[in-house]
Nanobody, 111 residues
Framework: HVQLVESGGGSVQTGGSLRLSCVAS????????MGWFRQIPDKEREGVAG???????SYADSVKGRFTSSRDNDKQILYLQMNNLKCDDTAVYYC??????WGQGTQVTVS
């Protein structure tokens, strides 16, 4: 079972950038599909980006062209580079490994 810890969240002005990291332990992430999700109060968690074990990626329409997900399997880290941030990007961001291994989340606030 893999454990995940996100970091890199914070407060930023519109148009700014942040890079989130998700450090994994307990299992090798190389075999996992991984992803980034986000959630705001009273709303369902929504998918932001997915990244396969081979590095191929997919993105929600709302973040295409602004967010980039990458992974370093050797270092056991998943990244989410977020550029040109908008107020609507404000949320708690979570990483996921496989289908049910979640991190604790990191808050991103854009104002």
């Amino acid at each position: 079972h893999v454990q995940l810890v996100e970091s890199g969240g914070g407060s930023v002005q519109t148009g700014g950038s942040l890079r989130l990291s998700c450090v994994a332990s307990g299992d090798t992430i190389g075999r996992y599909c991984m992803g980034w999700f986000r959630q705001i109060p009273d709303k369902e968690r929504e998918g932001v980006a997915g990244i396969e074990s081979d590095g191929s990626t997919s993105y929600a329409d709302s973040v295409k062209g602004r967010f980039t997900s990458s992974r370093d399997n050797d270092k056991q880290i998943l990244y989410l580079q977020m550029n040109n941030l908008k107020c609507d990007d404000t949320a708690v961001y979570y990483c996921l490994a496989g289908v049910n291994s979640w991190g604790q989340g990191t808050q991103v606030t854009v104002s």
